[in-house]
């Protein structure tokens, strides 16, 4: 079954939710994080402590972040804050 499968394998190429989210309780509470640098498993892994990882190429492309922002008050509607 698909659902054992998965369970079986998880543990050996993922990490559970509470550790994924580790990337992001660092950036928002570690007094020496720094703006602008993405956190998560070593060499953008997918498990391990959270730490700097330098900013793919496109992570940083003007247009892509052009694109993103775009399609994403497409999707969600644009906002005031």
């Keep these: 079954c698909v659902d054992c499968c998965l ?4 543990p050996c190429v993922g ?4 550790d994924g989210s580790m990337g992001l309780v660092k950036c928002m509470v570690a007094t020496d994080a720094q703006s602008g640098v993405l ?5 953008s892994g997918v ?7 330098p900013p793919k ?5 003007p247009k892509a972040i ?11 509607g ?3 804050v």
Aim: net charge negative.
């Design 7 to 10: 369970a079986c394998l998880m």
């Design 15 to 18: 990490q559970s939710p509470e």
């Design 39 to 43: 956190y998560g498993p070593k060499n």
């Design 47 to 53: 498990a391990g402590l959270a730490v700097p990882n």
């Design 57 to 61: 190429a496109y992570e940083t492309d």
């Design 66 to 76: 052009e694109m993103l922002w775009r399609t994403s008050e497409e999707a969600t």
């Design 78 to 80: 644009v906002f005031q």
